[in-house]
T-cell receptor
Framework: GESVGLHLPTLSVQEGDNSIINCAYS??????FIWYKQESGKGPQFIID?????DKRQGQRVTVLLNKTVKHLSLQIAATQPGDSAVYFC??????????FGKGTTLSVSS | SQTIHQWPATLVQPVGSPLSLECTVE??????LYWYRQAAGRGLQLLFY??????ISSEVPQNLSASRPQDRQFILSSKKLLLSDSGFYLC???????????FGQGTRLTVV
């Protein structure tokens, strides 16, 4: 079946560094991808999304890159702050159902 | 603006007891509705989704069921809870299937 997977379960960075979180998906027909941030005890919050007709999209301090050839997605966070510490999920549009989520990468930012 | 309400926030239930978690959405009509479960340190597992009143699709066979009695109300139920039902349950809505989902704050269920 379809799957979405993250490359690293944890990532530790220093405050001010740039963070890169990677994700792979299996369904080449997936047309829409989203990154979510989940803080402890809360529901996931939308960060940024991208459609398959784009390979890059930028938001405030975040950039999502999509490589359809290798079915790879990444989230870049510039000048990482302690408030960015959370679990980050990538999600891909499934075949006619809901979003398919990866397992999540825990980002820890130290001062 | 649209909001999603999910309650209760935490719940401790004995094994064998029934369960009813409720989710409501405000500010939109005919949303797609979803129930996800998140085990500790794991990703989000889709349990049920609904594209309309009375229309429920189950993704994973289990001890749970879902109902949508009204357009913006989604209920997750169980007749007899198992220990393995413990987890963080999240309700979400979207404008369309597979589209950007907006999540509630979740219910932490502990079955003892």
């Amino acid at each position: 079946g379809e799957s979405v997977g993250l490359h690293l379960p944890t990532l530790s960075v220093q405050e001010g560094d740039n963070s890169i979180i990677n994700c792979a998906y299996s369904n080449s027909a997936s047309d829409y991808f989203i990154w979510y941030k989940q803080e402890s005890g809360k529901g996931p919050q939308f960060i940024i999304d991208i459609r398959s007709n784009m390979d890059k999209r930028q938001g405030q301090r975040v950039t999502v890159l999509l490589n359809k050839t290798v079915k790879h997605l990444s989230l870049q966070i510039a000048a990482t702050q302690p408030g960015d510490s959370a679990v980050y999920f990538c999600a891909a549009e499934g075949a006619g159902t809901a979003l398919i989520f990866g397992k999540g990468t825990t980002l820890s930012v130290s001062s | 603006s649209q909001t999603i309400h999910q309650w209760p926030a935490t719940l401790v239930q004995p094994v064998g007891s029934p369960l009813s978690l409720e989710c409501t959405v405000e500010g939109t009509s005919n949303p797609n509705l979803y129930w996800y479960r998140q085990a500790a340190g794991r990703g989000l597992q889709l349990l049920f989704y609904s594209v309309g009143i009375g229309q429920i699709s189950s993704e994973v066979p289990q001890n749970l069921s879902a109902s949508r009695p009204q357009d913006r109300q989604f209920i997750l139920s169980s007749k007899k809870l198992l220990l393995s039902d413990s987890g963080f349950y999240l309700c979400a809505w979207s404008y369309r299937e597979g589209g950007k989902a907006f999540f509630g704050q979740g219910t932490r269920l502990t079955v003892v």
